[in-house]
């Protein structure tokens, strides 16, 4: 009876082993199951034929909208679909809008407190939406110093003009020649 005893004690002995190991492997196996459904899949980039979006926003490390994408709407202002870039602090320093009345406009702004803050336009180029052009400069009082246009007669103009005088003084230079606007 003692050789049965130690035959089933070696066999629940066995048994208990067998038991241990099972449960050590069950845990390791439960272990990995965790890491790799936290591990990220990396998984091919499907492309799409279109990406359609309403606004694009592309911010600096510090979170700051820099470069915004899309309809460009400001109050009192018409349409506008197109680019904005803007400095560390937010302010507006390049613009690139189409208008919807088919002008298609680019300006560059001036930093602000670097003279009337109400327009801080320096430069703009436009296609205007009845097949002219032009290219202006503004100063820091937001007048029009200098121009160059092309006309309803498809004449090229380069326009100098000083608001400090009383009245003030326009100059145009073209191909016909130059005159003098008071």
């Given at each position: 009876m003692v050789h049965d005893q130690?035959?089933?004690?070696?066999?629940v002995a066995m048994l208990e082993r067998q038991v241990r190991t099972l449960k050590a492997a069950t845990a390791v196996a439960i272990v990995l199951a965790l890491l790799l459904a936290a591990i990220p899949r990396t998984t091919a980039q499907q492309t799409a034929d279109v990406l359609r979006v309403r606004q694009l926003v592309v911010e600096d490390a510090d979170g700051r909208a820099r470069l915004r994408l899309g309809y460009l709407d400001a109050p009192g202002n018409t349409r506008r679909f197109g680019m904005r870039i803007d400095d560390p602090r937010g302010?507006?320093?390049f613009?690139?809008?189409?208008?919807?009345?088919?002008?298609?406009?680019?300006?560059f702004?001036?930093?602000?407190?670097?003279?009337d803050n109400r327009n801080r336009e320096r430069i703009n180029i436009a296609a205007d939406e009845a097949g002219g052009a032009y290219i202006?400069?503004?100063?820091?009082?937001?007048?029009?110093?200098?121009?160059w246009h092309l006309d309803d007669q498809?004449?090229?103009?380069?326009?100098?003009?000083?608001?400090?005088?009383?009245?003030?003084?326009?100059?145009?230079?073209?191909?016909?020649?130059?005159?003098?606007?008071?």
């Open positions: 130690d035959a089933i004690g070696s066999r302010a507006e320093r613009g690139l809008s189409y208008i919807d009345n088919g002008s298609l406009v680019m300006g702004d001036a930093p602000p407190g670097t003279g202006r400069f503004l100063d820091r009082r937001t007048n029009v110093v200098a121009r498809n004449r090229a103009w380069m326009q100098f003009s000083d608001f400090t005088q009383q009245p003030p003084v326009i100059r145009r230079y073209g191909l016909d020649g130059d005159e003098v606007v008071r």
